[in-house]
T-cell receptor
């Protein structure tokens, strides 16, 4: 079946450090891949997406590249800020099957 | 544009009481999802609707849970009777089925059953 595996947290970084949160997936066909972010006390919001292989999604300094050969969609940011502290969810959805599969979430703490 | 609206934001009730959570999706979105989030189990899909019709309710934990969508702009999730283990944050999300099926989440209802 379809699944998403992301690195366990929490991840603790100092401000301006480089961030990588690993995400791998299992799916047949060509799913769309997403990163959602959840700030404290809020719902999830879409951070970025990629809908086909080799696409790069980017937003707010975050990037992730859809790698079909390694079934991965790792999230990166070159210089994190305290305001990036949140929980990050990797997710996939398949065309024709509308259910979105979410990873367990990775909590990020950024220290000033 | 207004996002997904949920009410109430917080609900505290006693075990055995009926609880009704409400959701107004984004106008024009024809998919609606109900999720439950807990520390232990993470984010769980309970049920989703397309054009007001329930498509997949396999995530509904038991018969105490029911969901309806009487029209395109309103949905309810009801728990009757409620139990302490139902304590969680319940999210509603909607989508228009484009952009790879990205979803827009409401702010959630934090339910506490004592």
């Amino acid at each position: 079946g379809n699944s998403v595996t992301q690195m366990e947290g929490p991840v603790t970084l100092s401000e301006e450090a480089f961030l990588t949160i690993n995400c791998t997936y299992t799916a047949t066909g060509y799913p769309s891949l997403f990163w959602y972010v959840q700030y404290p006390g809020e719902g999830l919001q879409l951070l970025l997406k990629a809908t086909k292989a080799d696409d790069k999604g980017s937003n707010k300094g975050f990037e992730a590249t859809y790698r079909k050969e390694t079934t991965s969609f790792h999230l990166e940011k070159g210089s994190v800020q305290v305001s990036d502290s949140a929980v990050y969810f990797c997710a996939l959805s398949r065309s024709g099957g509308f259910k979105t599969i979410f990873g367990a979430g990775t909590r990020l703490f950024v220290k000033a | 544009d207004a996002g997904v609206i949920q009410s109430p934001r917080h609900e505290v009730t006693e075990m055995g009481q009926e609880v009704t959570l409400r959701c107004k999706p984004i106008s024009g979105h024809d998919y609606l999802f109900w999720y439950r989030q807990t520390m232990m189990r993470g984010l769980e899909l309970l049920i989703y609707f397309n054009n007001n019709v329930p498509i997949d309710d396999s995530g509904m934990p038991e018969d105490r849970f029911s969901a309806k969508m009487p029209n395109a702009s309103f949905s309810t999730l009801k728990i009757q009777p409620s139990e302490p283990r139902d304590s969680a944050v319940y999210f509603c999300a909607s989508s228009n089925g484009t952009g790879g099926y990205e979803q827009y989440f409401g702010p959630g209802t934090r339910l506490t059953v004592t």
